[in-house]
């Protein structure tokens, strides 16, 4: 089996395995994803929707975030953690799409990535999730991980994973992809004492049984 063939294999195997694989998030806009996607850093999707359930009622536009205290959007986001500079940013990032975008979300990575706080991980997953438009991959830490471990990747810089993956991942699997392993990363190939005595991908994974026990 060439490298080609095992990734063919790898996705396969991955969508019998997680068909209900799809994005933990919950916004019903654009907007609402990107700053639900913002709040995620370093914090679980089940924290920021609890968080986001109260925030998206009281501020539905950039201009709420703009006009609001600087220290109650503080407290609106704080169980998110890091919620001093999240809400430093997140002010910030509406500022630039009520200047220069019409308070609308861009519909490309060009323009997203100007915004600031936007990387490349939440532009493509905005564009992905919320238009249906599919740049690139997004890399997140679990996707970090078990992409590394499957041997899709020997970087540790996140736009270097994606490029990687994007070289070996057919196109039109791009934005399952991320759904894919970020599922597959929570569920069963966890950061400690991954399950590799039931992954699916275990005859096709170079670090399985390796660090199971560590």
């Known amino acids: 089996m060439d490298e080609e063939e095992r990734v063919q294999e790898i996705i396969k195997l991955l969508e019998a395995e997680h068909p209900d694989a799809r994005i933990a998030l919950n916004f019903s806009n654009p907007f609402e994803l990107l ?30 975030y703009v006009q609001v205290d600087l ?51 939440t532009a493509n997953m905005v564009l992905s999730n919320a238009y249906g438009i599919v740049e690139g991959i997004a890399v997140d830490t679990h996707v970090r991980r078990v992409s590394r471990r499957l041997g899709l990747t020997e970087n540790t810089d996140p736009e270097k994973i994606e490029m990687d993956l994007m070289a070996k991942i057919p196109r039109e699997k791009w934005a399952r992809i991320t759904d894919l392993l970020i599922f597959h990363g929570r569920r069963v190939c966890s950061a400690r004492k991954p399950k590799c005595s039931t992954c699916v991908l275990n005859k096709l994974c170079p670090s399985a049984f390796k660090i199971e026990h560590k």
Not at 37 to 57: C, I
Not at 76 to 96: F, H, S, W
């Open 35 to 64: 700053v639900a996607v913002m709040l995620s850093a370093q914090t679980t999707d089940e924290r920021v929707n609890q968080v986001t359930k109260t925030l998206f009622k009281k501020s539905k536009r950039p201009e709420d």
């Open 71 to 121: 220290e109650e959007l503080e407290r609106d986001i704080k169980p998110t953690g890091y919620y001093r500079n999240k809400a430093r940013i997140l002010k910030k990032c509406c500022e630039v799409l009520i200047e220069k975008y019409n308070s609308e979300v861009p519909k490309s990575l060009e323009d997203l990535l100007k915004l600031p706080g936007v990387g490349r991980k």
